[in-house]
Each structure stands twice: as structure tokens, then as C-alpha cells.
């Protein structure tokens, strides 16, 4: 099982074995340059090598890039700095009427609940929480919460510790079929695994850059239905303007596409990052990705459940995904084995009192021996 990206490229790996690719991930040595070049060539000369039309045109490589990595169109896409700046307006693209309900995953992500949260604070809305219990089908028990004052259902594409699968077109013809919006937050899913924007048909997907896509802090993904272009964003920002550098202080005016969403000038580093990133995934087969990592994930289980480890959710199950592993055993001291598997040079993450092993496209089953050996 060799693995599917250039170990090589990534100077980590020298060092020791990553499976930590769902907190922050690696950078590979491409993705590097490609920063360090703009910041050489560009961005330490301030205006001298980048003029205002440069600057105002910037963002379409990524933006390209991206349409094309989501399948779906460059003016669908907004880059933005953040998964959480996009995702925390959606309550005022998409208010909710009086008395309605939102659903959320009770153990999702805080940047996709707490919108929502904010608004049943304010009295706006009503939230009905579903469980991810490892002997349900996730999907299945949103599906089942579906009632006729649902609004929104608001969810990660994978749960961040569980690693809990959403079947999203199923979901989506669900929802659809009950007049209920939907947002995705694509974040542990996009660059381990296809990510069909124009497939999974939601109201808004969003994808953070600096985990599985392979960027650094600074800037996020976002894809929008065309409905959502027409309205205007909650949090206007000078950049979303068709012609951001005419700076017309007496008008609200934006962008016909998903510019209007970008805010203002934000990590251009990160977006050369981001880009070149991009370029790597866009050469590969996301499906070979995707069957390397559920490979990993099943030697992964083979092992260490000889020592009594189990993961969240069996991997035959149609909810699990492969590329995060939450494994827990009882009474164990999740921060002891953090600690040992450290000192061996080996680096995972923990959530929820689980160990999380994220597996990317750099891993191979070398690592999974590694890590089974010291897991015990």
C-alpha cells in the first residue's frame, strides 16, 4: 500500500509519522514554495509588483481551481477567510420564520452550531438536536427528525470526531422533498474524499483550507446555490463590490457571483497556498484517495483491536468514513497514550476522550504498524 501523494514533498515526514491531517494538516514542499515565492516576488514589495486591477483579480486562480475540485461553477464559489465567517451568516441569508426548527448534529462542530444557537438565544428560532450514535445510520436519524416546522438542517459532511459519514444526497433529496434548506460543512470531507457540489445540490457548502485541501490558516471555501446570490450579504465588506477598487463609500453595491461574499484583503499567502494545493488534488483520482485511506483505516482495526481498541463506528458501516478513525477502549488514559505515542514520534489528536487518527494521502501501512505498535 504505497502511498498516493509524494511522501517526499513533505518535510514532516522525516521527522515523524503524521495522522493528524483533520486538525492541522501538512503542507507539502510545492505548497511551500509556492508561498514562500510570493512573499519573496510579491508580497514583500507592497504595490510594486501588484497593481490594484492584480490585487482585484487575484482570487480567480483559487477560485478556478476550486470550481473545478467541487464540481460546480467559479462564480458559485466565495473565498473567504474562514469556514466560520461564511457559515456564522447563514442564519441571516436564510432567517428562519417564526416557530421553525433547525437540526444539527449534537456532537458537530461548534463553528456549524453556534449561528443557530445564537438565534433560539434571541428567541428567532427553535434547534432539535440528533444524537451520532455509532448503531445508527447518521443520515438516517436526520432524515427521521424531519417534521413540518424544519427550516434547516445545518451539518458536517463528516462529523470531525467520530469520523461519522453523512450520505448527502440522500440527505438532500430528503430535505428538498420536505422544503428544508441545507448546509454542509464540507471541511473533513473536501481533499479526503469527492466533494460534488453540483451533485449533493445544498443551499451553501463550506470547506476550511487548512486541513484536507492542503493550505494554511487564512482562507476558506465556500459554494452557493444561485438563489443565494440574489441576496444580499449580512456583512458587507468593501471587497464584495463589483469594482472594490472604485471605493464608492455612498452605496451598498455588490458583486453579481460569489465575490459579494469576500469580505476584504485577507491572507494572500495563504491563498497562493491554497492554490498550488489545489493544483496537487486536481492531479489525483479522489476516489484512489478515498480507497487508500479506507485500506489504512481497516489494517488500523485489524490491529488494535487485539488490544482491546474499537473504533466509534465499524468500518463496513455505511456512516463510517475512512479517513477518520475514533478509537476508544474502556478505562484507558487517553492522555497517557497521547503522551506515549508523542514520544515515539508518532502524532494523532484526541476528541471527545477518543484518539482521532486522521489518515491522508501521504500515509502508508508503515505508519499504521508504527502506531498499533506503540497503541497498546
Not at 448503531?135 to 417534521?147: F, K, Q, R, V, Y
Not at 451533485?199 to 493550505?215: E, N, P
Not at 477518543?354 to 505508519?367: F, K, M
Request: with cysteine; glycine share 10%; hydrophobic share 45%.
Amino acid at each position: 500500500m504505497a502511498a498516493v501523494f509524494d511522501r517526499s514533498d513533505y518535510r514532516t515526514l522525516a521527522e515523524a509519522i503524521y495522522l493528524n491531517q483533520a486538525a492541522l494538516g501538512l503542507l507539502s514542499n510545492t505548497t511551500v514554495d509556492a508561498m514562500h515565492s510570493f512573499l519573496d516576488e510579491v508580497g514583500r514589495h507592497g504595490n510594486l509588483h501588484m497593481s490594484d486591477e492584480e490585487e482585484a483579480a487575484f482570487l480567480g486562480t483559487l477560485r478556478e481551481r476550486a470550481a473545478r475540485l467541487w464540481h460546480t461553477e467559479p462564480g458559485r464559489i466565495a473565498i473567504v477567510a474562514g469556514a466560520s465567517e461564511l457559515l456564522g451568516q447563514v442564519p441571516f441569508l436564510l432567517p428562519p420564520p417564526a416557530g421553525s426548527e433547525v437540526i444539527l448534529v449534537a456532537g458537530d462542530f461548534p463553528a456549524v452550531t453556534r449561528p443557530w444557537l445564537r438565534l433560539v438565544e434571541r428567541g428567532e428560532c427553535l434547534v432539535r438536536f440528533v444524537e451520532d450514535k455509532p448503531e445508527t445510520d447518521l443520515t438516517s436519524d436526520i432524515i427521521a427528525a424531519l417534521n413540518d416546522r424544519t427550516w434547516l438542517v445545518a451539518v458536517g459532511s463528516v462529523q470531525y470526531a467520530t469520523g461519522s459519514l453523512i450520505d448527502v444526497p440522500r440527505l438532500r433529496e430528503a430535505t428538498a422533498g420536505a422544503g428544508v434548506r441545507l448546509v454542509v460543512d464540507a471541511t473533513q470531507g473536501a481533499g479526503a474524499m469527492e466533494t460534488d457540489v453540483a451533485g449533493w445540490g445544498a443551499d451553501i457548502v463550506v470547506g476550511s483550507g487548512y486541513k484536507w485541501l492542503g493550505g494554511h490558516g487564512g482562507v476558506a471555501l465556500g459554494a452557493v446555490e444561485p438563489s443565494i446570490l440574489e441576496r444580499t450579504p449580512p456583512l458587507p465588506g468593501w471587497m464584495g463590490a463589483p469594482h472594490p477598487f472604485d471605493f464608492d463609500a455612498q452605496q451598498v453595491l455588490f458583486a453579481d457571483d460569489a465575490r459579494r461574499f469576500t469580505q476584504s484583503t485577507m491572507a494572500y499567502i495563504s491563498v497562493v497556498g491554497l492554490s498550488a494545493a489545489l493544483d496537487q488534488l486536481l492531479a489525483l483520482d479522489m476516489k484512489e484517495v478515498e480507497a487508500q485511506a479506507t485500506r489504512l483505516a481497516n489494517r488500523l482495526v485489524g490491529v488494535v483491536e487485539a488490544n482491546g481498541w474499537r473504533p466509534f463506528r465499524d468500518l463496513d458501516d455505511p456512516s463510517a468514513s475512512g479517513h477518520i478513525v475514533s478509537l476508544s477502549r474502556p478505562g484507558h488514559d487517553v492522555a497517557g497514550s497521547l503522551a506515549a505515542l508523542r514520544a515515539a514520534g508518532i502524532v494523532c489528536g484526541s476528541r471527545n476522550g477518543r484518539i482521532r487518527v486522521s489518515l491522508a494521502g501521504y500515509n502508508t501501512e508503515q505508519d499504521i504498524d508504527a502506531l498499533a505498535r506503540s497503541l497498546t
